[in-house]
């Protein structure tokens, strides 16, 4: 199962943070310090995925800007790795080209597809057009 | 507003506390818009809004986050979205169905034939979402959703075929999570069951070849030499990623069947000179499984090597642990290299080792009594001592105290060695300054172990000076003991027997000399003793408001006191468990002589069921992982996978390195090939004798007769719903007169729960009601349950049964004979982990099954009821559908509850009626029924944490089978 999924830039700033265990705040910024350092500290050629302590983290990289998600041991590590780059191409026809700045300034948004698409730490719909739905629709709604 | 709350949100996300702001939220969620209501908190009233949008996210926020409270008020609304016509609304209401049922399952148990429905949706979205309820259903009873599998089955296929909508698809391969979803499932149905498993492979092959669409694979026999091959693929593959699940893929595979890392040899030694830490590490876990006596060295040098490279606490922890457990699995190979490798273990790992390290070295050195030990001992002496003389200021802590003990214990063994150079080098380590007090106890444990004479017995003297003054308690007092037994050598004699150094010391753990004490104790007013948690429970119920009525405090308090006088029976009986464990002991060590003269068979049996049993369990398990990856793999590399296949995988090595790796090869795999020899013969050898077994004395035959009875067990035994001990190995056979053959297992740990075994030798033969009057006397008088084919094989039958005692549930279990020769003698072991293991987690979840077979009837007048009823404080109060027969639809609904788990009527009121029932003497459950808009009203209460729920459950279950 997911346990959450990060979204960070290269000088180590979180632009997202979702749990889907309780994790108490004073210990969020600890372990995604750590988790990041993890994942900035890799190269092009090592593999994408980090055994940290009791669960593993699958992380890539977009140009500046690194999604982590970190998964209990039972997960599928390719199928969440493929799962960040379905997150990030939902991303992308959303804002049409998407960019760190968006991210920070619609976090609403990003939230809600990230809520269409994962549930309680598990994966529940990779379906873009099906993601997309809800959101479309209430932007309808506050533009009419 | 919206923007602030955004904004709160971010800063929350960064670490600072934004607690304030939450009120806000909630104030923002009942005014405004959509938008404003999504970015505050949702409140229930939503859910009867018509909006679509507003329940959609409603829904939404349900299955995140819901207090359990709340679920029977809204249960019916989102039931009632099931049936909405808009397929997100559908959905939603699924996932919010699922979260109701994480949170509290047996709330939801009514509306699993809409869970079925949703399955059969025809939207793909409402579909995938209902596999999460099923993933988890399976996960807790594989049994119970054995008839899904087709269904499943045909799911996978439409969707690997290719029917979903086109959106569906993920880089042109159709709906990838949703096929592992598929797949996770079907691995969980598909264990341990053949016929299902058959089902799918099938399905299983179509998906493979589909996903493995570039590679020709030509079909071979067994699905095994499939998934090698596919994982062969995987390791090849120059990318980084798919380099670290094939190795991961094959890691779970060798462990059914080291053979298969042959082919692989060379990828595994590459990927071992791997420059990332992470595939390094993946690898050895790789080596560790194929790991045998002739490899052991080869492959701890390669973990220490690593461990010396790595930086990662836990790493070093969880790597360290392996070369350890290695190490001491072939101990007696070489005892040089053992001890040194222990001794890297101990300063690498540092303090950093899982306690239990050190103490299985220790014990491992002290056991035995052979010269192999001896020469063990002698051996760690030595080293220690030349470790001692060198710079020892480095060594961690825990090392350290190891060292010590050794050297207390085994440095007599040295004769050339004077006990006093010894205690200097110990004295020494007490005046380093990284020493810790633990250390330095252990080191004047050791020095008091030596008893020197002579010049030493200054400095000894000199030692226990400075610290019989120590601000340390415990130093102080190993510090008394060192002087006082060093200046007494008669004592010293007494209490450090050198020669009876390995009888182990007996301990009074009933603690038995102080009970004398306690009475006077008691006697003089003190309070009796409490168990920690009892004492923290009362603390806290103190604390508690109070919000029973003031009149009933006192029957809390009463129970309360009852609860600490019944520790003592306990407290007793569980001594008389240990006294009863250590005749066991004995018992099984004369057992393991018997086996270690027939150790080559046990080797043999093992082999076998690897090839007959486990390799295909494997099979299902392993499958999904596999294809689930390889499946999204082609999804990534459809474009390259062509153009990368075409050229070799492995650049060629330069020949002389490729020599070297060979070479390494080698020595890494062998004792692989040659086992897989040993095992095709022996599979062949086993099978002769299964044809026949009605004549021969031999030991094999028995041993894989009762083996192959041994893997039969456990499918069967799950469906009949019973608890069957698993009646595991020997049986002998022979040629004697013994109709009748009744041993006494030992009692199962578990106080309540006597298991009985009495075998019946019914040459009649089979399963005939009459098994039921061959109950031991003292037991037909008492109501059974039915008597249950467990299974059969060749001529043996064996059925069960339960009985309810006063004060335990006896399990009979009946072995008859059904062929026509006389089964002389049988020997029967019972291994009753099942039952154990449901009883000890009692007091947190009672179990439905524990409940069923030990729910009895509690008869109580009317008065005797309203008194307790009052006294109950846990309570569960549920709606279940009433049974109509013609008769009075209550007093039939109670005769069904009645019979089907023995509660009993106390009276019928109207439509009303009380029922009470007991686990045991002390664990009461009353409940209370009332007839109510066609509904029958039950109401549960108990002294017990969640026995009305585990009750309830059950009375759902026993209504709804019929």
């Given at each position: 199962?997911?346990?959450?999924?990060?979204?960070?830039?290269?000088?180590?700033?979180?632009?997202?943070?979702?749990?889907?265990?309780?994790?108490?705040?004073?210990?969020?910024?600890?372990?995604?310090?750590?988790?990041?350092?993890?994942?900035?500290?890799?190269?092009?050629?090592?593999?994408?995925?980090?055994?940290?302590?009791?669960?593993?983290?699958?992380?890539?990289?977009?140009?500046?800007?690194?999604?982590?998600?970190?998964?209990?041991?039972?997960?599928?590590?390719?199928?969440?790795?493929?799962?960040?780059?379905?997150?990030?191409?939902?991303?992308?026809?959303?804002?049409?080209?998407?960019?760190?700045?968006?991210?920070?300034?619609?976090?609403?948004?990003?939230?809600?597809?990230?809520?269409?698409?994962?549930?309680?730490?598990?994966?529940?719909?990779?379906?873009?057009?099906?993601?997309?739905?809800?959101?479309?629709?209430?932007?309808?709604?506050?533009?009419? | 507003?919206?923007?602030?709350?955004?904004?709160?949100?971010?800063?929350?996300?960064?670490?600072?506390?934004?607690?304030?702001?939450?009120?806000?939220?909630?104030?923002?969620?009942?005014?405004?818009?959509?938008?404003?209501?999504?970015?505050?908190?949702?409140?229930?009233?939503?859910?009867?809004?018509?909006?679509?949008?507003?329940?959609?996210?409603?829904?939404?926020?349900?299955?995140?986050?819901?207090?359990?409270?709340?679920?029977?008020?809204?249960?019916?609304?989102?039931?009632?979205?099931?049936?909405?016509?808009?397929?997100?609304?559908?959905?939603?209401?699924?996932?919010?169905?699922?979260?109701?049922?994480?949170?509290?399952?047996?709330?939801?148990?009514?509306?699993?034939?809409?869970?079925?429905?949703?399955?059969?949706?025809?939207?793909?979205?409402?579909?995938?979402?209902?596999?999460?309820?099923?993933?988890?259903?399976?996960?807790?009873?594989?049994?119970?959703?054995?008839?899904?599998?087709?269904?499943?089955?045909?799911?996978?296929?439409?969707?690997?075929?290719?029917?979903?909508?086109?959106?569906?698809?993920?880089?042109?391969?159709?709906?990838?999570?949703?096929?592992?979803?598929?797949?996770?499932?079907?691995?969980?149905?598909?264990?341990?069951?053949?016929?299902?498993?058959?089902?799918?492979?099938?399905?299983?092959?179509?998906?493979?070849?589909?996903?493995?669409?570039?590679?020709?694979?030509?079909?071979?026999?067994?699905?095994?030499?499939?998934?090698?091959?596919?994982?062969?693929?995987?390791?090849?593959?120059?990318?980084?990623?798919?380099?670290?699940?094939?190795?991961?893929?094959?890691?779970?595979?060798?462990?059914?069947?080291?053979?298969?890392?042959?082919?692989?040899?060379?990828?595994?030694?590459?990927?071992?000179?791997?420059?990332?830490?992470?595939?390094?590490?993946?690898?050895?876990?790789?080596?560790?499984?194929?790991?045998?006596?002739?490899?052991?060295?080869?492959?701890?040098?390669?973990?220490?090597?690593?461990?010396?490279?790595?930086?990662?606490?836990?790493?070093?922890?969880?790597?360290v642990g392996k070369v350890a457990e290695l190490a001491e699995?072939?101990?007696?190979?070489?005892?040089?290299?053992?001890?040194?490798?222990?001794?890297?273990?101990?300063?690498?790992?540092?303090?950093?080792?899982?306690?239990?390290?050190?103490?299985?070295?220790?014990?491992?050195?002290?056991?035995?009594?052979?010269?192999?030990?001896?020469?063990?001992?002698?051996?760690?002496?030595?080293?220690?001592?030349?470790?001692?003389?060198?710079?020892?200021?480095?060594?961690?802590?825990?090392?350290?105290?190891?060292?010590?003990?050794?050297?207390?214990?085994?440095?007599?063994?040295?004769?050339?060695?004077e006990p006093g150079v010894v205690v200097r080098l110990l004295?020494?380590?007490?005046?380093?300054?990284?020493?810790?007090?633990?250390?330095?106890?252990?080191?004047?444990?050791?020095?008091?172990?030596?008893?020197?004479?002579?010049?030493?017995?200054?400095?000894?003297?000199?030692?226990?000076?400075?610290?019989?003054?120590?601000?340390?308690?415990?130093?102080?007092?190993?510090?008394?003991?060192?002087?006082?037994?060093?200046?007494?050598?008669?004592?010293?004699?007494?209490?450090?027997?050198?020669?009876?150094?390995?009888?182990?010391?007996?301990?009074?753990?009933?603690?038995?000399?102080?009970?004398?004490?306690?009475?006077?104790?008691?006697?003089?007013?003190?309070?009796?003793?409490?168990?920690?948690?009892?004492?923290?429970?009362?603390?806290?119920?103190?604390?508690?408001?109070?919000?029973?009525?003031?009149?009933?405090?006192?029957?809390?308090?009463?129970?309360?006191?009852?609860?600490?006088?019944?520790?003592?029976?306990?407290?007793?009986?569980?001594?008389?468990?240990?006294?009863?464990?250590?005749?066991?002991?004995?018992?099984?060590?004369?057992?393991?002589?018997?086996?270690?003269?027939?150790?080559?068979?046990?080797?043999?049996?093992?082999?076998?069921?690897?090839?007959?049993?486990?390799?295909?369990?494997?099979?299902?398990?392993?499958?999904?992982?596999?294809?689930?990856?390889?499946?999204?793999?082609?999804?990534?590399?459809?474009?390259?996978?062509?153009?990368?296949?075409?050229?070799?995988?492995?650049?060629?090595?330069?020949?002389?390195?490729?020599?070297?790796?060979?070479?390494?090869?080698?020595?890494?795999?062998?004792?692989?090939?040659?086992?897989?020899?040993?095992?095709?013969?022996?599979?062949?050898?086993?099978?002769?004798?299964?044809?026949?077994?009605?004549?021969?004395?031999?030991?094999?035959?028995?041993?894989?007769?009762?083996?192959?009875?041994?893997?039969?067990?456990?499918?069967?035994?799950?469906?009949?719903?019973?608890?069957?001990?698993?009646?595991?190995?020997?049986?002998?056979?022979?040629?004697?007169?013994?109709?009748?053959?009744?041993?006494?297992?030992?009692?199962?740990?578990?106080?309540?729960?006597?298991?009985?075994?009495?075998?019946?030798?019914?040459?009649?033969?089979?399963?005939?009601?009459?098994?039921?009057?061959?109950?031991?006397?003292?037991?037909?008088?008492?109501?059974?349950?039915?008597?249950?084919?467990?299974?059969?094989?060749?001529?043996?039958?064996?059925?069960?049964?339960?009985?309810?005692?006063?004060?335990?549930?006896?399990?009979?279990?009946?072995?008859?004979?059904c062929s026509d020769s006389f089964l002389h003698q049988i020997?029967?072991?019972?291994?009753?982990?099942?039952?154990?293991?449901?009883?000890?987690?009692?007091?947190?979840?009672?179990?439905?099954?524990?409940?069923?077979?030990?729910?009895?009837?509690?008869?109580?007048?009317?008065?005797?009821?309203?008194?307790?009823?009052?006294?109950?404080?846990?309570?569960?109060?549920?709606?279940?559908?009433?049974?109509?027969?013609?008769?009075?639809?209550?007093?039939?609904?109670?005769?069904?509850?009645?019979?089907?788990?023995?509660?009993?009527?106390?009276?019928?009121?109207?439509?009303?009626?009380?029922?009470?029932?007991?686990?045991?003497?002390?664990?009461?459950?009353?409940?209370?029924?009332?007839?109510?808009?066609?509904?029958?009203?039950?109401?549960?209460?108990?002294?017990?944490?969640?026995?009305?729920?585990?009750?309830?459950?059950?009375?759902?279950?026993?209504?709804?089978?019929?």
């Amino acid at each position: 199962m997911i346990k959450f999924v990060l979204m960070v830039n290269q000088q180590g700033q979180t632009r997202l943070s979702k749990y889907y265990e309780p994790v108490e705040l004073s210990k969020r910024a600890a372990l995604e310090a750590v988790a990041v350092r993890c994942c900035l500290s890799r190269g092009k050629h090592q593999c994408s995925f980090v055994e940290y302590k009791d669960f593993k983290l699958v992380y890539r990289q977009y140009a500046a800007l690194y999604v982590v998600v970190g998964v209990s041991d039972s997960e599928n590590e390719l199928s969440i790795y493929e799962l960040i780059q379905n997150f990030v191409e939902v991303l992308d026809k959303y804002f049409s080209r998407v960019s760190e700045l968006d991210i920070m300034f619609n976090l609403d948004s990003v939230h809600i597809i990230l809520d269409e698409m994962i549930q309680n730490g598990h994966i529940v719909e990779t379906n873009k057009s099906r993601i997309l739905a809800p959101l479309t629709a209430i932007d309808k709604m506050a533009d009419g | 507003m919206k923007e602030l709350m955004v904004r709160a949100i971010y800063c929350e996300m960064l670490g600072y506390g934004v607690s304030f702001s939450y009120i806000h939220a909630i104030k923002l969620a009942q005014q405004g818009n959509v938008l404003e209501k999504r970015v505050g908190v949702f409140s229930v009233i939503l859910l009867h809004d018509t909006n679509l949008i507003e329940v959609c996210m409603a829904l939404t926020v349900v299955s995140q986050m819901f207090p359990k409270d709340m679920i029977p008020a809204i249960l019916p609304l989102v039931e009632e979205k099931l049936n909405h016509p808009k397929e997100i609304i559908r959905r939603k209401a699924v996932l919010a169905l699922y979260k109701f049922y994480l949170i509290a399952p047996n709330q939801v148990q009514h509306i699993h034939n809409k869970f079925r429905k949703a399955l059969c949706d025809k939207d793909p979205g409402v579909m995938s979402a209902s596999l999460h309820i099923y993933l988890q259903l399976i996960q807790e009873n594989p049994e119970g959703y054995k008839d899904l599998a087709p269904s499943f089955v045909t799911i996978l296929k439409q969707v690997v075929g290719g029917k979903l909508p086109m959106d569906f698809n993920y880089h042109s391969v159709p709906a990838p999570w949703l096929q592992i979803h598929l797949l996770r499932i079907l691995s969980l149905l598909g264990k341990n069951d053949q016929s299902t498993s058959e089902i799918m492979y099938e399905i299983l092959d179509e998906s493979l070849r589909r996903a493995e669409m570039n590679h020709n694979i030509t079909y071979e026999d067994t699905f095994l030499l499939k998934a090698a091959k596919c994982i062969g693929n995987f390791v090849l593959s120059p990318k980084i990623n798919l380099k670290y699940l094939g190795l991961k893929a094959l890691t779970y595979v060798v462990q059914q069947d080291p053979k298969l890392a042959l082919q692989h040899q060379m990828t595994i030694i590459e990927c071992l000179d791997h420059s990332d830490l992470i595939i390094k590490r993946e690898t050895l876990e790789l080596l560790f499984r194929i790991t045998n006596d002739q490899n052991v060295t080869v492959i701890v040098e390669k973990m220490l090597d690593f461990l010396r490279i790595s930086e990662d606490d836990h790493t070093t922890i969880d790597l360290v642990g392996k070369v350890a457990e290695l190490a001491e699995k072939y101990p007696y190979k070489y005892n040089e290299w053992f001890i040194d490798t222990m001794n890297t273990v101990f300063s690498l790992g540092g303090d950093l080792l899982q306690p239990d390290i050190p103490n299985s070295f220790l014990k491992l050195l002290s056991e035995g009594d052979v010269e192999e030990d001896k020469k063990l001992r002698l051996f760690a002496v030595n080293s220690y001592i030349s470790l001692l003389q060198g710079d020892s200021s480095k060594l961690p802590q825990r090392f350290l105290q190891v060292i010590c003990w050794v050297l207390g214990e085994y440095s007599h063994l040295r004769e050339d060695l004077e006990p006093g150079v010894v205690v200097r080098l110990l004295a020494k380590l007490l005046d380093m300054k990284s020493s810790s007090s633990e250390t330095k106890c252990w080191v004047l444990m050791a020095m008091t172990k030596l008893c020197p004479g002579g010049a030493a017995l200054a400095l000894v003297h000199d030692v226990s000076e400075t610290y019989s003054s120590s601000l340390d308690t415990m130093l102080r007092q190993r510090a008394q003991e060192l002087q006082i037994l060093s200046q007494d050598s008669e004592l010293q004699a007494k209490v450090l027997p050198r020669s009876a150094s390995m009888e182990p010391v007996e301990v009074d753990s009933s603690l038995s000399f102080l009970d004398g004490f306690v009475s006077e104790a008691l006697a003089a007013g003190a309070a009796p003793y409490k168990p920690p948690h009892q004492r923290q429970e009362e603390l806290s119920r103190s604390k508690a408001l109070n919000l029973e009525p003031y009149g009933l405090s006192l029957p809390i308090s009463i129970s309360s006191c009852s609860i600490t006088d019944r520790q003592s029976p306990t407290l007793l009986s569980i001594s008389s468990g240990l006294s009863g464990d250590s005749t066991d002991f004995s018992h099984k060590g004369s057992r393991t002589g018997y086996n270690s003269t027939a150790l080559k068979l046990d080797g043999v049996k093992r082999l076998w069921g690897r090839d007959g049993y486990l390799a295909q369990k494997e099979q299902t398990e392993e499958a999904p992982r596999i294809e689930a990856a390889s499946a999204v793999r082609s999804a990534d590399q459809l474009g390259d996978n062509n153009a990368l296949n075409s050229q070799t995988p492995n650049p060629t090595p330069s020949p002389e390195c490729d020599q070297e790796k060979q070479q390494l090869a080698s020595s890494l795999f062998v004792g692989l090939a040659s086992q897989s020899t040993v095992s095709s013969g022996s599979a062949e050898q086993i099978t002769d004798p299964l044809v026949s077994p009605s004549d021969g004395s031999d030991n094999l035959l028995y041993k894989s007769l009762l083996d192959s009875l041994d893997l039969d067990v456990s499918p069967p035994e799950q469906t009949a719903g019973l608890v069957a001990p698993n009646g595991s190995c020997d049986a002998e056979e022979e040629p004697a007169d013994a109709d009748v053959k009744e041993i006494e297992t030992p009692p199962v740990r578990d106080e309540r729960v006597t298991a009985e075994a009495s075998p019946h030798d019914d040459p009649d033969g089979s399963k005939d009601p009459s098994l039921a009057s061959h109950l031991p006397a003292e037991l037909s008088a008492l109501s059974h349950s039915k008597v249950t084919l467990l299974f059969s094989k060749q001529n043996l039958d064996v059925s069960a049964c339960h009985v309810q005692k006063e004060d335990s549930v006896v399990l009979v279990v009946f072995i008859s004979n059904c062929s026509d020769s006389f089964l002389h003698q049988i020997r029967l072991q019972v291994d009753s982990e099942e039952l154990e293991v449901r009883h000890a987690t009692e007091n947190l979840k009672i179990s439905s099954f524990s409940l069923i077979v030990s729910c009895r009837a509690l008869r109580l007048s009317t008065e005797e009821y309203g008194a307790m009823w009052l006294a109950f404080s846990h309570d569960t109060k549920q709606n279940l559908t009433l049974i109509h027969d013609g008769r009075d639809p209550l007093a039939a609904t109670l005769d069904v509850l009645k019979r089907k788990l023995q509660l009993h009527v106390v009276e019928i009121i109207g439509v009303e009626a009380i029922v009470a029932c007991c686990l045991q003497q002390d664990q009461p459950c009353l409940m209370h029924c009332r007839m109510h808009a066609g509904m029958l009203a039950v109401w549960l209460r108990s002294p017990v944490p969640d026995l009305p729920d585990c009750l309830l459950y059950c009375c759902q279950r026993a209504l709804q089978e019929l």
